[in-house]
C-alpha cells in the first residue's frame, strides 16, 4: 500500500479520515471490517457496494473488483487450491502405481501405505483425507470405522498422473 502511495503520490484515507502517507494493515482490516458477502446459489455478490475508502484500499493493494465475489477468479488462487505437499505426491504415485499391480483386487490398504511411507502415521493419515475431501481418493472404512483400503477416482488418477510427470 505504501508503495501505491509512493508512486501516485496520493495518500489514502487513515485514522479519523484524515489522509496517510503511511497506511498500516490494520488500516486497511478495520476500513474493510464491514465487507459482506452473501451466496445465493452459486452466486457470490456484497451485500452493499464497497465504500469510497474501501475502493481506495483495493486499488491500492492491487486487487481486482471482483476479488469479493470471484473469489476463485485468479489463475494465483485456483494454483493453491490445487497446490499439493510432497507428501500428498508421494501418496498419489504410490496408489497410481499400487492400482498397477495385478492382485485381483482394486484397492489398496491403509496399512501397507502406511507401512511403505516415511512419516508419522498422523501424517500420512491427514494427507490421505485432504485428497479425499478433494475427490481424488475414496477410503473405505473398517466396521470401527477405521481406513480400510484406499481406491482413487477417476479425478484422482488424472492428478497422479500430473504429479508422476511433474519434476517435483
Same mark, same amino acid.
Given at each position: 500500500?505504501?508503495?501505491?502511495?509512493?508512486?501516485?503520490?496520493?495518500?489514502?484515507?487513515?485514522?479519523?479520515?484524515?489522509?496517510?502517507?503511511?497506511?498500516?494493515?490494520?488500516?486497511?482490516?478495520?476500513?474493510?471490517?464491514?465487507?459482506?458477502?452473501?451466496?445465493?446459489?452459486?452466486?457470490?455478490?456484497?451485500?452493499?457496494?464497497?465504500?469510497?475508502?474501501?475502493?481506495?484500499?483495493?486499488?491500492?493493494?492491487?486487487?481486482?473488483?471482483?476479488?469479493?465475489?470471484?473469489?476463485?477468479?485468479?489463475?494465483?488462487?485456483?494454483?493453491?487450491?490445487?497446490?499439493? +505437499?510432497?507428501?500428498? *505426491?508421494?501418496?498419489?504415485?504410490? !496408489?497410481?502405481?499400487?492400482? /498397477?499391480?495385478?492382485? #485381483?483386487? %482394486? &484397492?489398496?490398504?491403509?496399512?501397507?501405505?502406511?507401512?511403505?511411507?516415511?512419516?508419522?502415521?498422523?501424517?500420512?493419515?491427514?494427507?490421505?483425507?485432504?485428497?479425499?475431501?478433494?475427490?481424488?481418493?475414496?477410503?473405505?472404512? +473398517?466396521?470401527?470405522? *477405521?481406513?480400510?483400503?484406499?481406491? !482413487?477416482?477417476?479425478?484422482? /488418477?488424472?492428478?497422479? #498422473?500430473? %504429479? &508422476?510427470?511433474?519434476?517435483?
Amino acid at each position: 500500500m505504501r508503495a501505491h502511495v509512493a508512486s501516485t503520490g496520493m495518500p489514502l484515507t487513515g485514522w479519523d479520515k484524515k489522509p496517510t502517507e503511511r497506511p498500516t494493515a490494520f488500516m486497511m482490516m478495520t476500513k474493510c471490517a464491514g465487507v459482506l458477502v452473501g451466496k445465493v446459489g452459486p452466486q457470490r455478490q456484497l451485500a452493499r457496494p464497497l465504500s469510497a475508502v474501501q475502493q481506495q484500499y483495493r486499488v491500492a493493494l492491487g486487487v481486482s473488483a471482483t476479488c469479493f465475489t470471484l473469489p476463485t477468479g485468479s489463475p494465483r488462487t485456483r494454483m493453491a487450491a490445487t497446490r499439493l +505437499s510432497q507428501l500428498q *505426491k508421494r501418496l498419489l504415485r504410490w !496408489l497410481a502405481t499400487d492400482a /498397477q499391480r495385478p492382485r #485381483g483386487v %482394486v &484397492a489398496s490398504r491403509h496399512q501397507e501405505l502406511v507401512g511403505a511411507r516415511k512419516g508419522a502415521k498422523g501424517n500420512v493419515s491427514h494427507s490421505l483425507r485432504t485428497l479425499e475431501t478433494r475427490g481424488w481418493l475414496v477410503m473405505g472404512r +473398517s466396521a470401527g470405522g *477405521k481406513a480400510a483400503s484406499l481406491r !482413487l477416482t477417476p479425478e484422482g /488418477q488424472k492428478w497422479a #498422473g500430473h %504429479v &508422476a510427470r511433474s519434476c517435483d
